[in-house]
């Protein structure tokens, strides 16, 4: 299976963007989708996650700005990103754990720089 993200771009503070992220073939067992993000210099952090259930949880540097989404259908995931700082610029990967065995996979990541 490979993942790719897309929708990263340059936005000022204040604006918004919104992530996808697709994968090559419809999945059939996944367990959980999440977005994460590396800033330059620091490690990489969850920034939102959902489960099979529909169950989501968010960084609290994101909540009530970000909001992640799914389209069960195509095996796709959101991340609509609103009121962006400039702490937010980072390469944003998202991640699928699939079936039993809770097999990770790892997008390629897409750059969002919030500048002015």
């Known amino acids: 299976v490979q993942l790719q993200a897309f929708g990263g771009g340059l936005v000022q503070p204040g604006g918004s963007l919104r992530l996808s992220c697709a994968a090559s073939?419809?999945?059939?067992?996944?367990?959980?989708m999440g977005w994460y993000r590396q800033a330059p210099g620091k490690q990489r952090e969850l920034v939102a996650v959902?489960?099979?259930?529909?169950?989501?949880k968010y960084a609290d540097s994101v909540k009530g700005r970000f909001t992640i989404s799914r389209d069960n259908a195509n095996s796709t995931m959101y991340l609509q990103m609103n009121s962006l700082k400039a702490e937010d610029t980072a390469v944003y990967y998202c991640?699928?754990?699939?079936?039993?065995?809770?097999?990770?996979?790892w997008g390629q990541g897409t750059l969002v720089t919030v500048s002015s």
């Open positions: 991640n699928y754990v699939l079936g039993s065995l809770g097999s990770i996979y």
């Open positions: 073939r419809k999945l059939s067992s996944i367990n959980a």
């Open positions: 959902i489960i099979s259930g529909g169950s989501t």
